[in-house]
């Protein structure tokens, strides 16, 4: 069978892979701890469960409107002033079937063949194969831990092009935990404004953040700014909402409408009863929401002294999501192994924990381990990681 080409292209996503392989041991009897998935393990909370189920009760059972029922871009465009101070009317909201979805049509609604975006490294492995599938060309900038994981304009304008379209920001990040400071977005914002560059402001993870760190949008820094940003966002991380597949876009009306027509002859429109599940997740009492960011934080301030203290790794402190992303590479060779990969698959063969490899991420020597578990299980999967290195290195 011949494929499009562009399909040839794509990577598959190696956070979906080596949760598939944890799987499968699993379900051969094996006492797997997985550390790949990114998601809360929190149940979603009753109160919209109930919503949900009174909605389909009630018959909401049919097509929406494509970008989203009107109460849902009421509640979107009410969260925002809430928490951002922004201001959007409804034709500048767009809701997907998850942020991911959002994405996807972003990029097939802008980019032409060719077109670039800019995107920092590490960065969330859908990012660069989202891009391609829109025939554009994905250019990443590679950061490092010493700089905190964080581009400059610097970095921007030896990127930048006159193919360049957009940047994509992802802050919190995914899989760093880093945040991008005011003072950090202010002089990227300015660069893009000149040089005519839409920001993509991936914000899903802003209200998991940590031990007196602040969650800044850059669409915050002027009215200017927030016309060239589309804020990109959903219930999935913050309400523990990852499977009702819920997200949404905030921008230029223009750019939305285009969304939109994309997702009329793919999708037609998100779950009617996930969107009012996600009603109720904005518009009721977000204590849920602040209960699971302290038990994230909780883990992190735990297990992140532990990790550091093994053998060869290093990794800097997130500051919010819920991921750790230390650099192995001593580590792995110390271990006799070729590539951090390699390490990863001995880790889960012999060990039976489920790590990430950074080389999906654009950052082959590190690993992601996702605090999104109990500590209980994190802090064994520590025991066995420490014993797989020792076993190695002795």
């Given at each position: 069978?011949r494929l499009a080409e562009r399909v040839a292209t794509i990577t598959p996503s190696s956070t979906l892979a080596i949760t598939a392989k944890a799987?499968?041991?699993?379900?051969?009897?094996?006492?797997?701890?997985?550390?790949?998935?990114?998601?809360?393990?929190?149940?979603?909370?009753?109160?919209?469960?109930?919503?949900?189920?009174?909605?389909?009760?009630?018959?909401?059972?049919?097509?929406?409107?494509?970008?989203?029922?009107?109460?849902?871009?009421?509640?979107?465009?009410?969260?925002?002033?809430?928490?951002?101070?922004?201001?959007?009317?409804?034709?500048?909201?767009?809701?997907?079937?998850?942020?991911?979805?959002?994405?996807?049509?972003?990029?097939?609604?802008?980019?032409?063949?060719?077109?670039?975006?800019?995107?920092?490294?590490?960065?969330?492995?859908?990012?660069?194969?989202?891009?391609?599938?829109?025939?554009?060309?994905?250019?990443?900038?590679?950061?490092?831990?010493?700089?905190?994981?964080?581009?400059?304009?610097?970095?921007?304008?030896?990127?930048?092009?006159?193919?360049?379209?957009?940047?994509?920001?992802?802050?919190?990040?995914?899989?760093?935990?880093?945040?991008?400071?005011?003072?950090?977005?202010?002089?990227?914002?300015?660069?893009?404004?000149?040089?005519?560059?839409?920001?993509?402001?991936?914000?899903?993870?802003?209200?998991?953040?940590?031990?007196?760190?602040?969650?800044?949008?850059?669409?915050?820094?002027?009215?200017?700014?927030?016309?060239?940003?589309?804020?990109?966002?959903?219930?999935?991380?913050?309400?523990?909402?990852?499977?009702?597949?819920?997200?949404?876009?905030?921008?230029?009306?223009?750019?939305?409408?285009?969304?939109?027509?994309?997702?009329?002859?793919?999708?037609?429109?998100?779950?009617?009863?996930?969107?009012?599940?996600?009603?109720?997740?904005?518009?009721?009492?977000?204590?849920?929401?602040?209960?699971?960011?302290?038990?994230?934080?909780?883990?992190?301030?735990?297990?992140?002294?532990?990790?550091?203290g093994l053998s060869g790794v290093s990794c800097i402190k997130p500051q919010g999501a819920f991921y750790l992303f230390p650099n192995i590479a001593?580590?792995?060779?110390?271990?006799?192994?070729?590539?951090?990969?390699?390490?990863?698959?001995?880790?889960?063969?012999?060990?039976?924990?489920?790590?990430?490899?950074?080389?999906?991420?654009?950052?082959?020597?590190?690993?992601?381990?996702?605090?999104?578990?109990?500590?209980?299980?994190?802090?064994?999967?520590?025991?066995?990681?420490?014993?797989?290195?020792?076993?190695?290195?002795?």
């Amino acid at each position: 069978m011949r494929l499009a080409e562009r399909v040839a292209t794509i990577t598959p996503s190696s956070t979906l892979a080596i949760t598939a392989k944890a799987g499968e041991l699993a379900a051969q009897g094996f006492d797997v701890i997985g550390l790949g998935a990114g998601q809360p393990d929190f149940n979603t909370p009753e109160f919209i469960i109930d919503a949900a189920t009174e909605a389909l009760k009630a018959g909401h059972t049919k097509y929406t409107p494509t970008a989203g029922l009107p109460a849902l871009k009421q509640a979107i465009i009410d969260k925002l002033k809430r928490d951002q101070g922004f201001d959007y009317t409804p034709s500048e909201i767009i809701v997907g079937n998850g942020a991911k979805h959002v994405l996807y049509l972003l990029f097939q609604a802008l980019l032409d063949p060719g077109d670039e975006v800019i995107i920092p490294a590490p960065f969330w492995v859908s990012y660069p194969e989202q891009v391609k599938l829109a025939d554009g060309v994905p250019v990443p900038i590679q950061t490092t831990q010493e700089q905190h994981f964080k581009i400059n304009v610097a970095d921007l304008e030896q990127a930048a092009t006159p193919k360049t379209r957009a940047l994509i920001l992802n802050s919190p990040s995914n899989p760093t935990g880093v945040i991008y400071e005011k003072e950090d977005l202010e002089p990227i914002a300015d660069f893009c404004l000149k040089h005519d560059i839409l920001i993509i402001s991936d914000e899903i993870y802003e209200k998991l953040i940590y031990n007196g760190n602040t969650f800044y949008s850059i669409a915050q820094i002027s009215d200017a700014v927030k016309k060239n940003t589309i804020v990109v966002n959903g219930v999935s991380k913050s309400h523990a909402m990852t499977g009702w597949r819920i997200g949404y876009a905030a921008g230029d009306a223009v750019l939305i409408k285009a969304m939109t027509n994309i997702a009329s002859h793919s999708t037609s429109n998100p779950a009617s009863a996930s969107q009012y599940a996600a009603i109720a997740a904005y518009n009721g009492p977000q204590d849920s929401v602040e209960k699971m960011r302290q038990a994230f934080e909780k883990r992190l301030n735990t297990v992140y002294p532990r990790l550091v203290g093994l053998s060869g790794v290093s990794c800097i402190k997130p500051q919010g999501a819920f991921y750790l992303f230390p650099n192995i590479a001593k580590t792995s060779k110390a271990c006799g192994f070729d590539t951090v990969t390699d390490w990863v698959a001995a880790l889960l063969e012999e060990e039976k924990v489920a790590v990430v490899p950074g080389a999906g991420f654009g950052a082959p020597e590190h690993i992601r381990l996702s605090y999104a578990t109990s500590l209980e299980k994190f802090q064994t999967a520590l025991d066995r990681i420490e014993h797989f290195i020792k076993k190695h290195t002795n």
